[in-house]
């Protein structure tokens, strides 16, 4: 079975609905991911933003059938660019990862091959999916290396991974998840082992390379600093389940889900500079493996009921475009913005 469908608009490369991940592989299955369902438009930067543990990246490799299928339970849709991802043959997965949709990686001195030298990786990678000479699989990760803006490329080609900087190794991880032209490029917390202008210039990189190439990204963050600069829309993750959902305009100007106005109040934005106290989330998220049955931020939150306790709140539609999945948003629409400014 191919997993080939034709369902999708044109317009939408990627189509998740009500997808459920659980890790069965412990003492007690653990609910990382609870009904997500995501749509991503063709040409569209979507960012997942939370603090660990919420589930995005276990969503974004998902996108990827990354999981261990014996320690994992997958249910839900997940459909890119007409592939039915969860119902992929082992040959049809494999020609999917990297020709339909390919990951850059957190670390990408643990993602590359430590015994293969850069441009061995990436001439690999073209082959395999392409039929085409090794010179010319090496021309190619020759132009992706002056892409992205590796000095030197020849030089670096022949490099091993141990042997270039972060903000390098990582611009080659980019160049090799490129290398065969995919659809979807997802990336996992990208930026999260740079220091801080080698970030801003990866960032910057990323979105130049996103409109050039009309890419549909899913760009999995903890820094909303981070997915201001990249993202279209944003989505909010908590304990599995997206929270809130908007452009990135909607969700720091008018943020209405009390986690996402938390998370937005937790920046050092002005606080520090005036010698005041940096506003936290009281609390700790929930085990993922004994969820509450009601909201599961209820417990950190200052507005919430009994009601909050006992029932899952249902998504409500603010704004085309603006859900969250809250409640009580009659009392959340905060009209003075100014300490959501980012």
Do not use: W
């Amino acid at each position: 079975m191919s997993g080939l469908v034709s369902e999708m608009s044109d317009e939408i490369l990627v189509d998740v609905q009500d997808l459920r991940v659980t890790f069965t592989g412990g003492p007690q299955a653990v609910q990382a991911v609870n009904g997500v369902s995501l749509q991503v438009q063709r040409g569209e930067v979507v960012a997942l933003i939370g603090e660990s543990g919420s589930g995005k990246s276990v969503t974004l490799r998902t996108l990827l059938r990354l999981h261990n299928e014996r320690r994992s339970r997958i249910e839900g849709r997940v459909q890119v660019a007409g592939h039915d991802v969860l119902a992929l043959a082992p040959k049809a997965l494999a020609n999917y990862r990297g020709k339909v949709a390919a990951m850059i990686f957190q670390e990408p001195l643990l993602a590359l091959d430590p015994v293969y030298t850069l441009g061995a990786q990436i001439v690999e990678a073209i082959r395999r999916h392409e039929p085409v000479s090794a010179a010319q699989a090496h021309a190619r990760a020759l132009a992706l290396f002056e892409r992205v803006r590796i000095p030197s490329p020849e030089r670096r080609l022949a490099a091993y991974p141990h042997e270039m900087s972060g903000g390098m190794r990582q611009r080659a991880m980019i160049a090799l998840a490129l290398a065969c032209r995919p659809q979807l490029l997802l990336a996992d917390e990208p930026t999260t082992a740079l220091d801080a202008t080698v970030q801003i210039q990866v960032l910057l990189l990323l979105r130049e390379l996103q409109r050039e190439l009309g890419l549909s990204v899913v760009f999995v963050t903890h820094d909303i600093g981070a997915a201001i600069e990249v993202a279209d829309r944003i989505a909010v993750m908590y304990a599995g389940r997206i929270v809130e959902v908007g452009t990135a305009r909607q969700l720091i100007r008018t943020p209405r889900h009390p986690y996402t106005q938390a998370l937005l109040r937790s920046r050092a934005h002005g606080a520090l500079a005036r010698g005041g106290r940096l506003p936290t989330i009281t609390g700790s998220p929930p085990d993922l493996a004994m969820l509450p049955p009601g909201c599961a931020f209820a417990e950190r939150c200052t507005l919430a009921t009994e009601a909050c306790r006992s029932t899952q709140p249902e998504p409500v539609l603010l704004a085309p475009g603006h859900q969250a999945r809250c409640l009580r948003t009659e009392d959340t629409d905060d009209t003075d913005d100014t300490h959501h400014r980012v």
